[in-house]
């Protein structure tokens, strides 16, 4: 066991109980090939949640996920693995860091959401290729930071019709202070969203900071007072690598920063950033306890 997992555990023994703990934490995975297969990350039984990353090809005429050199095949049996023997949440997060997408009409939204019920979900039309098989992926993320948000409220829509006796969950990954041109703030509006990953870093402006905590919290308070019925994570760095800012000690996480936020009604749980440096850090092993 790693001595920090111990430290921190013994803090969170020694402290008050937390408000609301939900024991839900999420992680991105797809975004480096070292970081092992995606059964291996359901099978450490830290995650309730992992994210695909990206589908990041989409809007004109043609469809792409990166998985970073991942290969596909297998993907689609590791998916039903997670589902059912580990009951971890599999989601295709659709967008990403790169510029290759859009939905410049509503037709195009319309288009998008029936190849994603077609090739990931629970659709299966004849001639659309299945990149994972026959494995149903429970729903689609929205990390939208380019092409702005308009339309993707028509993709929420679409999916929502999409549903074939299946359920699809859909969540959005947002900049703790997102602007609304390069956002998934479109899609947020049609309350359809159900939960909300909200990054707390790479914007100085609401990371948590322990000797300023009010860009944090106010931040926090925003998200989760717009979005009443969506429950609202705390998206984090896994590693002080993984990002250029935001990462917190798992002892400041316990005792300042989930404290915090847990006393709000629709706190979900943590988001990790990513799969890759949380497998070397432990981080999502040390902070279980604590979400």
């Known amino acids: 066991m790693p001595l920090l997992f111990v430290a921190v555990l013994f803090i969170l023994l020694a402290a ?28 450490t039984g830290i995650y309730t949640t992992v994210i695909i990353s990206f589908f990041s090809v989409f809007g004109h005429g043609n469809y792409w996920t990166d998985l970073s050199g991942h290969a596909v095949a297998g993907v689609g049996a590791d998916i039903k693995h997670c589902q059912h023997a580990k009951n971890v949440t599999v989601l295709l997060s659709v967008g990403g860091d790169g510029d290759q997408y859009s939905l410049p009409t509503p037709k195009t ?5 029936g190849h994603l019920w077609d090739a990931y979900l629970g659709g ?13 992926l429970d729903g689609i993320d929205l990390y939208i930071d380019h092409g702005g948000s308009a339309n993707y409220d028509e993709l929420a829509m679409h999916l929502s019709r999409h549903r074939g006796g299946v359920t699809v969950l859909l969540t959005a990954t947002v ?9 998934a703030e479109a899609a947020l509006a049609t309350g359809l969203v159900r939960r909300l990953h909200v990054r707390f870093y790479g914007d100085r402006s609401c990371s948590y900071d322990s000797s300023e905590r009010r860009p944090f919290y106010g931040s926090w308070l925003g998200w989760a007072e717009r979005y009443t019925n969506a429950s609202v994570y705390v998206g984090l760095p896994a590693a002080r690598d993984a990002a250029s800012d935001g990462w917190i000690s798992p002892a400041s996480l316990a005792l300042d920063a989930l404290p915090l936020v847990q006393g709000t009604a629709n706190y979900g749980g943590v988001m990790l950033w990513n799969r890759h440096f949380d497998r070397s850090s432990h981080y999502g092993l040390t902070i279980k306890p604590m979400v």
């Open 109 to 113: 939204a319309e288009d998008v959401a």
């Open 124 to 136: 299966g039309r004849k001639g659309v290729f299945r990149p994972f098989g026959d494995a149903v």
């Open 175 to 183: 900049r703790c202070m997102d602007g609304q041109e390069t956002s």
């Open 16 to 43: 008050p109980a937390a408000a609301r703990k939900t024991g839900e934490l999420a992680v991105f995975w797809g975004r480096n090939k070292d970081e092992g297969t995606l059964r291996e990350a359901c099978d």
